[in-house]
């Protein structure tokens, strides 16, 4: 079985600030590992994900996030925040078949003026 | 990118009426479409796994003659809520898996019912 913890259902964070989302998963076989967000009454947008190969992932809006497979870790970060970056943000993990997708609690995101 | 879009994007209804939800993959063939359910606050819950051509998959604790998936074509997967009472009331988002893709889902916009 898979299963997301997403640390902080709420994030704040100043404009021009780094942004820091955590997220530890559990998984018994090699995961795959996706950040989506969600804006209100919106369907979700895939940020970036991690398959295979470099553990550093680049997504789209100047995130990244690192997988650390000593750690059970996928952090989301992105160095400067912006207005339009408050959002929710969803943490999710899939099995290699990607036959099912497992999400976190999520994380809200505040970016203050 | 592809494009899963949903139709409607609100409905209210009466309570005991059914209330049908579209999910179209735009641009690709999806064999696998995902439903969840999403209440305020709270993250995305599967409610069922829909493959075209067969019967839906649904997980556990998801009642399957209220919510009736149908994916009848490659491209449309549909999700009825028959005799829809208040609790029914929430946020339904469907997603279509990009066939030979590495789990990526694409997410509809999202529906949500209000059940009066």
């Known amino acids: 079985a898979q299963s997301v913890t997403q640390l902080g259902s709420h994030v704040s964070v100043s404009e021009g600030a780094l942004v820091l989302l955590r997220c530890n998963y559990s998984s018994s076989v090699p995961p795959y590992l996706f950040w989506y967000v969600q804006y209100p009454n919106q369907g979700l947008q895939l940020l970036l994900k991690y398959t295979t190969g470099a553990t550093l992932v680049k997504g789209i809006n100047g995130f990244e996030a690192e997988f650390k497979k000593s750690e059970t870790s996928f952090h989301l970060t992105k160095p400067s925040a912006h207005m339009s970056d408050a959002a929710e943000y969803f943490c999710a993990v899939s099995d290699r078949g990607g036959n099912k997708l497992v999400f976190g609690a999520g994380t809200i995101l505040r970016v203050k003026s | 990118g592809a494009v899963v879009s949903q139709h409607p994007s609100r409905v209210i209804c009466k309570s005991g009426t059914s209330v049908k939800i579209e999910c179209r993959s735009l641009?690709?063939?999806?064999?696998?479409m995902f439903w969840y359910r999403q209440f305020p606050k709270q993250s995305l819950m599967l409610m069922a796994t829909?493959?075209?051509?067969?019967?839906?998959?649904?997980e556990q604790g998801v009642e399957k003659d209220k919510f009736l998936i149908n994916h009848a074509s490659l491209t449309l997967s549909t999700l009825t809520v028959t005799s829809a009472h208040p609790e029914d009331s929430s946020f339904y988002i469907c997603s279509a898996r990009l066939a030979g893709g590495t789990g990526e889902l694409f997410f509809g916009e999202g529906s949500r019912l209000t059940v009066l």
């Open positions: 829909s493959n075209e051509g067969s019967k839906a998959t649904y």
């Open positions: 641009d690709f063939q999806a064999t696998t």
